[in-house]
């Protein structure tokens, strides 16, 4: 278990991408000793304990969890300039195990994490295995970026009629997001860097289709991730 943490956010930059000039705070080496966390999650079980991830999870402890809410905080005050909050959220160790070919066609597709607009994700990558980091999307025949609860059926409506014309995307992880969705933006997964975007813009993990995806901790693509909003 990680009782205390050593942090940095000193070297956080902030970056807007897309036509709807959405913000994404970039740190790179926020964790002083980030092999530790490695460590700490190689000692957790895993599980499939969501039907669209693919891949395994188990949730970090709560201290960790604690200094997360924390980072999202200060960095959300900081960088974004909104008041001073508390947060609270959930997070996970996670590893991308599922082969190129195993994927169901919702996951061949980019996607958002909810209409809540006040909630943040984060995505810190904790590992070297070759796979990339996040990319985000804009839905072509729409230009949607971020899906809201008002969006939502027109952006559905748009998806089923282009599957109807175009067909469904490969069984493997997604690339530049054709037919649908292009990229506009691709960060990658330097070790023991994170990013925060909002959970309403369309994303994905970047996966080498051609690269092993093993389930160890310490081999395969392990990150830390987690949704948070305002307490």
Not at 29 to 58: L, Q, S
Not at 200 to 206: I, K
Request: charged share 20%; aromatic share 10%.
């Amino acid at each position: 278990m990680v009782d205390q943490v050593a942090l940095d956010l000193s070297n956080t930059i902030v970056e807007t991408v897309g036509h709807e000039a959405t913000k994404i705070i970039r740190v790179a080496n926020i964790f002083g000793a980030p092999d530790e966390i490695v460590e700490t999650a190689a000692k957790h079980p895993y599980a499939h304990i969501n039907p669209h991830y693919p891949g395994i999870r188990a949730a970090v402890d709560p201290s960790l969890l604690n200094t997360l809410c924390e980072v999202v905080s200060n960095l959300v005050a900081d960088q974004l300039g909104q008041p001073k909050r508390t947060w609270q959220g959930q997070a996970w160790y996670s590893i991308v195990t599922h082969d190129p070919a195993q994927l169901t066609p919702i996951q061949r597709l980019p996607h958002f994490d909810g209409f809540d607009e006040n909630q943040l994700a984060i995505m810190i990558y904790l590992n070297r295995t070759g796979h990339g980091g996040t990319a985000f999307y804009r839905q072509i025949s729409t230009g949607y970026e971020r899906i809201s609860e008002q969006r939502f059926p027109t952006f559905r409506s748009a998806l089923e009629q282009g599957v109807r014309d175009q067909g469904l995307p490969p069984a493997r992880y997604i690339t530049d997001g054709a037919p649908h969705y292009e990229k506009i933006a691709d960060f990658g997964a330097a070790y023991n860097s994170l990013i925060l975007y909002p959970g309403t813009l369309l994303h994905s993990g970047v996966i080498d289709n051609d690269l092993p995806l093993p389930s160890d901790p310490k081999t395969g693509r392990l990150t830390l991730n987690g949704f948070f909003r305002p307490g």
